[in-house]
């Protein structure tokens, strides 16, 4: 790295429009005025919040986990983490490995990695996991160990992220254990408020609610039992309604429910899953407050997988239900496990983007190295994440970059020694030494460091909005004992936007009136509620694309007589004439919507024209599509779904019928490339308009942009990253991004 790219904390910190650090939260810009109905493109920014992060780009890696790195090699890490540009730790705090006998605590190794952290001018995030108990409270208090739907029991195990025994912890459930971890939050609030290495906290890894799996779910302790029935008193009021809904009529008392051990009554299993949900969050704004009321003056921070539209029912991932409680919200992302086709970043970024509503976030566990021996890698070619090079580096950090990070850190800094995981995901050598990988890392986190303007602007608010339906997927895990159908609907509608560089955004149901476009995926099972919010959204003069069979499962599950339910056939225009759910023959369905012949799946609904009009039809002239008004809006009813056909075939007309629902909806994109093998975002605010372009092939592009005029008109570009020659003529951009890199261009 050369002199002059150096800069100092104290510099970054002078340079930044952070808030003050008396304060961890800052302000949200005034909302936005909705954009439904309205004829003008007002803006284009999401509103934002600034948080004081404790640099301008907080920037590292996971480091201490207790049994790795070895004792002696700890000063001279935290030295070379400096010296590559490194400002930021997060360590594993974990109550198995801090209270080893009732009462008695060992501090010294993590006091240790606190006076290194300060040392080198290291920042600290304190990862608090009460979910590795101690052995002894095992011992204890067997009656809070997790049990499962089949009877088994859960034992103490070593974590394989860790090498520490005391995993999965004990079920927070039962009071007096509760009381126990209460205890060791307490304790360590009071060790290290005070301590000036002191960042903030992550109070849950990965937002994962450990539920067990399918045929062993937890949990079935006597606590759990009763939080349940609880949990019924307060939804349903009486056990009665209980009874009707559940449909399970000679319940007597309220001890005589439990957890459903199956998934063959729709009520009953829907009820459950949204408890665990609910719990699981229960659990962590108790941590929440007990950390905002002993420490008010650090960050409290999280961060979750990405995982909202795959695993909201069997883990309760969901972005915008965690980010919406923290300061600073986070994700865990690695190529190796995912892949690296470039969509599966983006839309897991796009997703956390959209949770956290104008929040910062960071890349909180980034992949800086190879994965070995791990079962989701068999049959990959090495290129696909299993071996990390540092051109993979450049490119995945720059992605999340221009996803909207807010800061990165690895994973492992350096690998672990023991385990499973050995070897897994550090830029760094086994032996502390510094990679070639690992310069990559130091390079464009000094980069990120030394250019505060860039990050004062955001992301620009996407083209269309993709709504998420918490009980449609809840519904796919009942029905189908997995998610796939919704995941690869979902996921598929994203693909068939993203692969034409049409930015679209993940959107929850109380902010779809900040699009003109909203495009609904298996939308198989809605709430009435949720129906209601769509019908007003339609009147009000949004455009609604729909797949097939919206809210033909109803409330819990019930189907209704009338399809498409809830009213729904007066918004769409049309009634359901034939059903067919046979979704292990239907891979190869096709239809023809707006003339596009395209791939549908799962199931199909024929529709009858209702006061609407027929917008395509199945081989057989059957309709397959109807389009209608209503109010001042537009809607469109698919009978199959198209965006799972999307995901397993990735047919050209399909791009060509997603393209057209732009123009339905008057909306013009805010980016027109002319190679969508690279991808580009804008992002506006106080730091200018910058243009990403991010060219993740193993073959230098040439890439020529055309910007909507809503963006502003330009005359220069300047590239801040790799000094490329830029051409700006008009509302033109031309840039020649290398091999596996990017160009980040401030237009003015």
């Known amino acids: 790295m050369s002199d002059n790219n150096e800069v100092t904390r104290r510099d970054f910190l002078l340079s930044t429009a952070m808030i003050t650090a008396s304060s961890a939260v800052g302000h949200t810009q005034p909302l936005l005025g909705a954009l439904v109905g309205q004829d003008t ?15 301008v780009f907080p920037s590292g890696g996971v480091y201490f986990r207790k049994s790795n790195p070895p004792t002696d090699e700890w000063a001279r890490d935290h030295q070379t983490a400096s010296q590559l540009g490194m400002n930021t730790f997060r360590h594993w705090f974990m109550w198995s490995a801090l209270e080893v006998a009732p009462g008695k605590w060992d501090w010294a190794d993590y006091d240790t990695m606190m006076d290194l952290a300060a040392k080198n001018g290291i920042k600290v995030i304190i990862a608090t996991l009460d979910t590795a108990a101690p052995e002894w409270a095992f011992r204890k208090y067997p009656h809070a160990r997790y049990k499962a739907s089949d009877d088994s029991i859960t034992h103490s195990s070593v974590s394989a992220s860790s090498g520490i025994g005391g995993f999965p912890g004990l079920c927070l459930d039962n009071a007096d254990v509760k009381a126990l971890a209460e205890n060791f939050h307490t304790k360590l609030i009071e060790h290290y408020r005070g301590h000036p290495a002191l960042l903030g906290y992550d109070l849950w890894n990965e937002t994962t609610y450990d539920s067990g799996r399918i045929g062993k779910m937890n949990c079935f302790c006597e606590a759990s039992q009763k939080k349940l029935q609880e949990w019924l008193k307060d939804k349903y009021g009486s056990l009665d309604a209980v009874c009707k809904t559940w449909h399970r009529p000679s319940f007597s008392e309220w001890a005589d429910i439990e957890p459903p051990h199956d998934f063959s009554g729709y009520p009953e299993s829907l009820d459950w899953l949204q408890h665990r949900i609910d719990k699981a969050y229960e659990h962590f704004d108790w941590r929440i407050a007990l950390y905002r009321r002993l420490d008010p003056k650090h960050l409290v921070t999280c961060h979750g997988v990405a995982g909202t539209l795959e695993s909201h029912a069997s883990a309760s991932h969901n972005e915008w239900m965690a980010a919406k409680r923290v300061d600073v919200y986070g994700l865990t992302w690695v190529q190796s496990r995912h892949g690296t086709e470039p969509w599966r970043q983006w839309q897991s970024f796009d997703l956390v983007r959209a949770g956290a509503r104008g929040k910062p976030f960071w890349h909180a566990e980034a992949q800086g190295g190879p994965l070995w021996m791990q079962p989701q890698l068999i049959g990959k070619p090495r290129e696909d994440g299993r071996v990390t090079e540092p051109e993979d580096i450049r490119i995945w950090n720059m992605i999340s970059f221009a996803g909207g990070a807010r800061g990165l850190l690895y994973c492992r800094y350096r690998p672990l020694l023991d385990g499973p995981l050995f070897g897994a995901f550090g830029s760094i050598g086994m032996d502390g030494s510094v990679t070639p990988r690992a310069q990559m890392a130091g390079k464009t986190l000094t980069w990120a460091n030394a250019h505060p303007e860039i990050w004062k602007s955001r ?20 029905q189908q004992l997995s998610t796939d159908f919704y995941l690869e609907s979902m996921r598929g509608a994203y693909q068939a936007f993203f692969d034409q560089n049409i930015q679209p955004d993940f959107v929850a149901l109380d902010n779809i009136d900040e699009y003109k476009l909203i495009y609904l995926a298996y939308p198989v099972m809605m709430k009435p509620e949720t129906v209601a919010k769509l019908k007003d959204y339609v009147s009000k003069g949004g455009t609604l694309i729909s797949e097939g069979l919206p809210a033909y499962f109803g409330e819990h599950g019930h189907v209704g007589e009338v399809q498409p339910n809830y009213g729904l056939d007066e918004v769409f225009g049309a009634r359901e004439s034939y059903v067919e759910f046979l979704a292990d023959i239907h891979d190869n369905l096709m239809m023809e919507v707006n003339g596009n012949n395209i791939h549908g799946r799962y199931f199909f609904q024929q529709y009858e024209v209702k006061g609407g009009k027929a917008a395509g039809h199945y081989p057989n002239g059957s309709v397959a599509a109807v389009e209608n008004q209503m109010g001042r809006g537009r809607t469109l009813l698919m009978g199959s779904f198209p965006g799972s056909g999307y995901y397993l075939h990735h047919d050209k007309p399909t791009l060509t019928l997603f393209a057209g629902f732009l123009k339905m909806a008057s909306i ?20 200018g308009t910058n243009l990403w372009v991010t060219n993740p092939t193993r073959t230098d592009r040439s ?23 830029i051409k700006v003529s008009g509302q033109q951009v031309t840039v020649n991004v290398p091999a596996r890199d990017a160009a980040v261009i401030s237009l003015r």
Request: glycine share 10%.
């Open 41 to 55: 493109a007002s803006t284009v920014v999401m509103p934002s919040t600034e948080v004081n992060m404790g640099s």
């Open 459 to 478: 992301p620009v608010r996407g083209d269309v909005g993709l709504l998420f339906i918490p009980e449609a997927e809840l519904f796919n895990y009942v």
């Open 668 to 687: 013009v994109p805010r980016v027109k490339v002319n190679d969508n093998e690279v991808q580009v975002r804008v992002h506006q605010g106080e730091g």
């Open 703 to 725: 890439v020529s942009v055309s910007l909507s005029s809503d963006l502003g008109r330009f005359s220069t570009g300047e590239d801040k990253w790799g000094k490329l020659d």
